[in-house]
């Protein structure tokens, strides 16, 4: 990543589960703080998504600081349930994660550049997205030369990752995050916010699931290679 006048550092990790994924293994990597929240986890499906979720944020964190052993890395819960760094190793770290059924991915950055990520399965069954949108995202939608069904997930995916940055998740009305513009390119799209205009989402389709990054608008993703992680886990799509 690159800003106009400085370098700025960002590492991804983008995982997937499969059938016969030994995600038992990862307890390994967690500290004693994660160890009793995994713990008292009930559900299996939230066990997993807790386990994917840790492993990407450390092995984003480690990319980024060079950190060899993934255990000396704590992800701790914040009191809005927002990802903390604790590393002694590495300071002025932060991390965004997401998951999504087999799937999770997290982004690793410095403390200067505040950044989300989110990803979502594309479902017909969207009700609930379609009800929060503005007027002025519904005729967004029409103008789009891409599934609508697609549309509302780049959409929820945009807000969702901006909530990230602004710790606030969705106790903040999702019309807070309007749309207000977005542009289609070969393998991605952009998107601008109405309220935010300093940042700025960055999406891709892979398979069945939308992916997108919100970043400030003044730096720029190394699309190349963030297209070929996703490439490695999913196809890619054309939002064309």
């Known amino acids: 990543m690159s800003e106009?006048?400085?370098?700025?550092?960002?590492?991804?990790?983008?995982?997937?589960?499969?059938?016969?994924?030994?995600?038992?293994?990862i307890v390994d990597y967690l500290q004693e703080e994660e160890l009793s929240y995994y713990a008292g986890l009930q559900v299996e499906k939230r066990r997993k998504s807790f386990l994917l979720g840790r492993l990407c944020a450390k092995k984003a964190i480690q990319s980024y600081s060079d950190?060899?052993?993934?255990?000396?890395?704590?992800?701790?819960?914040g009191i809005f349930q927002q990802p903390i760094v604790v590393a002694t190793l590495c300071s002025n770290v932060q991390v965004s994660i997401t998951h999504s059924n087999d799937i999770g991915a997290a982004i690793a950055f410095s403390e200067g550049c505040s950044m989300g990520i989110d990803i979502e399965k594309?479902?017909?069954?969207?009700?609930?997205?379609?009800?929060?949108?503005?007027?002025?995202?519904?005729?967004?939608?029409?103008?789009?030369?891409?599934?609508?069904?697609?549309?509302?997930?780049?959409?929820?995916?945009?807000?969702?990752?901006?909530s990230k940055i602004l710790k606030t998740g969705f106790?903040?009305?999702?019309?807070?995050?309007?749309?207000?513009?977005?542009?289609?390119?070969?393998?991605?799209?952009?998107?601008e916010y109405t309220n935010?205009?300093?940042?700025?989402a960055t999406s891709f389709q892979a398979g069945d699931y939308i992916v997108s990054i919100v970043h400030p608008k003044r730096t720029l993703i190394d699309l190349k290679m963030l297209n070929y992680l996703i490439s490695k886990t999913q196809a890619i799509c054309s939002f064309h």
Request: charge should be negative; include cysteine; charged fraction near 25%.
């Open 4 to 25: 106009l006048n400085e370098s700025l550092k960002a590492s991804i990790c983008i995982t997937r589960f499969v059938a016969d994924s030994p995600f038992e293994e």
């Open 67 to 77: 950190i060899e052993n993934l255990k000396r890395i704590l992800i701790r819960r």
């Open 122 to 162: 594309i479902s017909e069954e969207s009700e609930v997205i379609e009800s929060v949108l503005t007027q002025k995202e519904r005729n967004l939608i029409q103008t789009l030369s891409m599934n609508s069904t697609a549309a509302l997930y780049l959409m929820w995916t945009a807000k969702e990752a901006l």
């Open 171 to 191: 106790t903040t009305p999702p019309q807070v995050f309007e749309i207000e513009k977005i542009h289609l390119h070969s393998s991605y799209a952009s998107s």
């Open 196 to 200: 935010f205009s300093q940042f700025k």
